[in-house]
């Protein structure tokens, strides 16, 4: 989309974070900013900022993982705005356990709110989007999306999987009007660690401790620099978002092996 101006965002885990940091960043460039997120007193913080800088906003109390709270999200936003322009299926959570060690709960609640949650935003916002012709969709993945190592592993599978539906629906929605973006940051300074495990439900937790220390988040970029380059990806209809320059690297040592792989294949049976 070229122009903002006036249109309507709707922004999932925008109570904090790099969901806040957008929000304000589409705000910045003239939007009306829907901020959905689990803890609706933190919602409302961001929108009693937005409004102060003069930005129509609302707070949506919404658990991603459950499609009917997402549908009633849509419900709201389509309410009060009239229509919903960009999409940043942003909300997730961090648990840290080598595969091994493990407990299904801990697949299941990374599972239903970082994939899930883009699922059933996908599925609630695209067909709306394209009715009206246009619209856009961000899917915040991870650089462990890309990249895969211990002890990511069941956070990777579900930020692979987001990888790989984003560039999916990229390729469906080519000819609709409504664009798609994938965001792959590493290291951002924000709250995940602490709030992955603040806001997981009961039904999902247990007493098994994993002896996976938690990154370093304190040593990220900082959320409004995400949210500033999700917008100008935005405008710019870029698909890959990857902020961080220091993974070229490894980003290429994964991509060549992957050939080289391919190559070994054709030179052993073809």
């Known amino acids: 989309m070229k122009d903002l101006m006036g249109k309507v965002a709707v922004v999932t885990g925008a ?27 933190n919602a ?6 937005l409004h102060a800088k003069g930005v129509d906003a609302i707070a949506v109390d919404v658990d991603v993982s459950d499609i009917e709270s997402v549908r009633r999200l849509r419900d709201a936003a389509i309410s ?17 356990a080598h595969m091994a060690e493990a407990d299904i709960r801990d697949w299941r609640y990374l599972i239903d709110v970082n994939l899930y949650g883009v699922i059933n935003g996908v599925n ?4 709306d989007m394209i009715a009206q012709g246009t619209g856009h969709i961000v899917n915040t993945s991870s650089m462990g999306g890309l990249v895969s190592g211990p002890p990511e592993g069941l956070y ?7 990888v790989g539906l984003s560039e ?27 709030s992955s495990s603040a ?12 002896k996976v220390a938690a990154p370093d988040v304190k040593s990220g970029l900082s959320p409004e620099e995400i949210g500033r380059r999700v ?23 994964r991509h060549q092996g992957i050939i080289d792989a391919l190559d070994r294949q054709v030179a052993r049976y073809e």
Request: aromatic share 6%; charged share 15%.
């Open 199 to 210: 806001l997981r439900p009961s039904n999902l937790s247990h007493d098994k401790a994993h």
């Open 168 to 194: 999916s629906l990229l390729l469906e929605s080519v000819e609709s009007g409504v664009g798609v973006s994938v965001l792959c940051p590493g290291l951002v300074n924000t709250n995940l660690i602490t």
């Open 80 to 96: 009060h705005f009239g229509a919903v322009h960009l999409l940043c299926n942003n909300a997730g959570v961090w648990v840290g």
């Open 15 to 41: 109570g904090s974070g790099i969901g806040k940091a957008i929000a304000h960043a589409a705000a910045d460039h003239g939007m009306s900013v829907a901020v959905a997120d689990i803890n609706i007193a």
């Open 124 to 127: 609630v916002f695209l067909p």
């Open 231 to 253: 917008l100008d990806a935005v405008l710019d209809d870029e698909f890959y978002i990857i902020p961080h320059s220091d993974f070229r690297e490894i980003l290429m040592m």
């Open 44 to 49: 409302q913080l961001v929108v009693d900022g």
């Open 156 to 162: 990777c599978t579900t930020k692979f999987a987001i």
